[in-house]
């Protein structure tokens, strides 16, 4: 009995969200709340990713606004190119730029397929170099967190400098089409947010599969002893640096699919401050199950949006109340109020913070 | 039992897939089609009997020490407007939105005016970021927007009114005052590292350069940053007749801190400042700015009666010891202009009152301003002010008569190539 229910929750739990996601909000929501419906799944695929590199592999990944930004950039560029047409410069550049040429690492994002290979490689691949030398040092914990903030930062500070190459400050605005379809028009604004729906669903059930895997296993028993771990024969270094290069690829995608949902990409969206905010939303739903990182990205997206339009002047303390009470009350995230309030079954072990 | 799972999860994924496909097969438009559904014009809600407009600044984050004073501005010319009558008739419901100091939620906040709420027009907006944020929205959906701030030019919207200076109103005269007046034949440069101050400096090396001004140094340190001593001292051994400086905010009190333990003063090198009016003054500090120079468009010290009307009316509302600023004056401007634009085109509508707004005038705080259809910038005088010990600043210089704008700076040869 029990265990058909846990066994159906699951799969039942995903059928709500896709009826939820692909029904009932396009049903219910005007064109501008869908739009912002759209944003905060953006963060919620950020979360996908924190859910794995944190919640089950115990690295803070305080600075994933550093692979959004690559995989939003990634994206921006081609469009970018695209609405400049063949041989033309994009207009940022015709203003703030001191060459008449196109700087040679632009010239390959004309092609959609780089643009769009680019988007999962590069955060990809500089997650593998950054992974593979800090857990071969067995560098963990709050010096991991220092690290990958300090990148965001970093690479935050290189946008703003290059100007005439990057948009500096302003970042890459607005964007006519996204691979050949007006994002003028309300009915292709509705399409990416399908196709975000969809892209947030499948990579939900992606890395819950990988949850129930044998390499799911190893990943926490590596983020609750690595030493152990490698006692036993494996080499935890490459477990972390598995999950570490996912996540980094979801903050990627979530990136490139943020362009053409909200139409800005830059420096102001991946340095420290939203590299926190997206670790937060993770933990107020709870870090270590997807669903609760994703409920929780939403609801703190949606709660941002919510009160700072009904109280202008005082949303931040709100929002501040709502942190605090979360960790303070709710230590396991949201999701634990359904354990909280049932108060049956086996505890679920606790996520050390 | 896990294979079992597994094969629900894969049915699952592909019936996701399938409800992707479906929905991506019911296109629309391709790029430069018109989109099936219509104009995309969003309407001006005119249904009820007072008519609204968006006011939307930073109430929180670290602009809002700035853009609080434009609210504050904003709503004081919105009441006496409607206690005067209102605008054809209506009274103006303000609706204010906070932009948090973050881009994206300016341009969602914008698009939550237009489309939710029906306003007839948009106030605010402070950096250029937010306002390069919110322009496709704008454009987009066919409304107005009325940006207060002066700004590093080369834009021209037909969506937005810009009632601060653009470069050929504060800048280039501020240039040609040091030149004139102070002899100054070589100039340090400081600023903080986003577009307005890259963007005056690109103006002020072509400037330089025509005017054989000898450009010593430029520097720039991120926004918000408090390391001083390093680019103080750089400035010090540069031996530069003068300092532009386009440091915003919080900078600017490390930066004079530390020029002043250098030992230099307003007489050995002035610091001509484009970001400091007279909120900011308070903030730095009066004693380590007194002396130094500024270019803005209006002073709370500006002579005329309906200055001494708008410094009254605001310390009256707001308290006596708040000063008044040319971003706020700016602000307050930009709402007058809008119903005298409104009641010209006796119309809400956006083409109507863009169609009425050639020639408008208004007996602005700051002297009389124009509006200028072509560009849709204002004709703007340009006033140079020294800091004093007490923290007011007091006119030195002015341009006499109001500037025609020039954001694409067209009528100076030197800048060709800048734009």
């Known amino acids: 009995m029990t265990s058909t229910l846990t066994r159906w929750r699951a799969p039942a739990g995903y059928a709500l969200g896709a009826l939820l996601l692909f029904a009932v909000a396009p049903a219910l929501l005007s064109d501008f709340r869908l739009g912002q419906l759209a944003r905060y799944l953006c963060f919620a695929i950020v979360a996908v990713g924190i859910a794995l590199a944190w919640g089950r592999g115990g690295m803070l990944t305080l600075g994933q606004g550093l692979f959004f930004g690559l995989g939003g950039y990634a994206m921006a560029m081609h469009l970018k190119l695209t609405d400049a047409g063949a041989g033309q410069l994009p207009d940022f550049m015709l203003l703030y730029g001191d060459t008449s040429e196109l700087p040679w690492w632009w010239e390959p994002f004309r092609s959609p397929a780089v643009a769009l290979a680019a988007v999962l490689v590069l955060p990809m691949g500089l997650a593998a170099l950054i992974g593979y030398a800090v857990f071969r040092r067995r560098v963990r914990g709050a010096y991991f967190a220092i690290l990958s903030q300090a990148l965001a930062a970093a690479f935050a500070i290189l946008l703003v400098g290059q100007q005439a190459t990057t948009g500096g400050t302003n970042g890459l605005t607005n964007f006519q089409g996204f691979f050949g379809f007006s994002l003028l028009d309300p009915v292709n604004r509705r399409t990416v947010y399908f196709l975000i729906a969809a892209v947030l669903l499948l990579l939900m059930i992606g890395v819950r599969q990988l949850f129930l895997s044998r390499y799911g296993e190893l990943l926490v028993a590596v983020r609750d002893s690595e030493e152990r771990v490698r006692f036993l024969g494996y080499d935890p270094a490459l477990v972390k640096l598995v999950a570490y290069v996912l996540s980094a690829g979801t903050a990627g995608i979530a990136g490139a699919l943020f362009v053409p949902a909200v139409g800005i990409i830059s420096p102001a969206l991946i340095g420290i401050v939203p590299s926190i905010q997206f670790v937060i939303g993770a933990a107020i739903g709870g870090r270590a199950s997807v669903a609760g990182a994703v409920i929780g990205a939403v609801a703190v997206a949606w709660a941002q949006t919510t009160l700072s339009e009904e109280f202008p002047a005082a949303w931040t303390y709100f929002q501040a109340g709502l942190f605090i009470a979360v960790v303070a009350f709710l230590p396991g995230g949201l999701v634990s109020l359904r354990r909280l309030l049932a108060r049956r079954g086996p505890r679920v072990a606790e996520v050390p913070a | 039992m896990p294979r079992i799972r597994g094969q629900r999860h894969r049915l699952f994924a592909a019936a996701v897939t399938a409800l992707t496909v479906m929905s991506l097969a019911a296109c629309g438009a391709r790029t430069g089609e018109e989109p099936a559904s219509g104009s995309q014009a969003a309407e001006v ?375």
């Open chain 2, 45 to 419: 809600d005119t249904s009820g009997d007072t008519i609204k407009v968006g006011l939307l600044n930073s109430l929180s984050g670290t602009m809002a020490i700035s853009e609080v004073t434009v609210r504050d501005a904003l709503l004081l010319a919105i009441e006496e407007i409607n206690a005067d009558g209102g605008v054809l008739g209506r009274q103006i419901e303000p609706i204010s939105e906070d932009g948090a100091s973050d881009w994206p939620t300016f341009a969602e906040k914008s698009e939550k005016l237009i489309q939710q709420d029906g306003v007839a027009a948009v106030f605010g907006c402070w950096t250029s970021a937010s306002r390069k944020a919110v322009l496709p929205v704008f454009e987009q959906n066919g409304s107005l927007l009325f940006y207060p701030v002066q700004y590093e030019g080369l834009e021209q919207s037909p969506n937005i009114f810009y009632t601060g200076a653009t470069t050929n109103q504060q800048i280039i005269p501020a240039l040609d005052y040091l030149r004139e007046e102070e002899d100054v034949e070589s100039l340090y440069l400081v600023g903080s590292d986003y577009v307005f101050p890259r963007t005056a400096n690109r103006i002020i090396t072509a400037y330089a350069e025509e005017h054989g001004i000898e450009i010593v140094g430029e520097d720039y340190a991120p926004l918000g940053s408090t390391e001083f001593a390093t680019i103080a001292t750089k400035v010090e051994d540069s031996g530069a007749d003068a300092v532009f400086n386009t440091l915003n905010g919080d900078s600017n009190v490390s930066f004079f801190r530390e020029y002043a333990a250098t030992g230099l003063t307003a007489e050995t090198m002035p610091v001509l400042s484009v970001s400091i009016a007279e909120e900011e003054v308070a903030g730095i500090g009066a004693e380590y700015l007194a002396g130094q120079l500024t270019a803005w468009n209006y002073y709370q010290t500006t002579e005329g009666a309906a200055n001494e009307s708008f410094v009254q009316a605001f310390q009256d509302r707001y308290g006596e010891d708040r000063p008044t600023s040319d971003p706020m004056e700016a602000a307050y401007t930009s709402v007058y202009l809008w119903a005298a634009m409104v009641e010209e085109a006796g119309s809400f509508e956006v083409e109507d009152v863009r169609a009425a707004a050639d020639g408008i005038t208004f007996d602005a705080p700051e002297g009389t301003v124009t509006v200028d259809g072509d560009t849709q910038h204002l004709f703007k005088t340009s006033r140079i002010g020294r800091i004093g010990a007490d923290g007011a600043i007091t006119e030195v210089w002015s341009s006499g008569e109001p500037i025609r704008p020039d954001p694409y700076l067209e009528t100076y040869p030197w800048a060709e190539g800048l734009s």
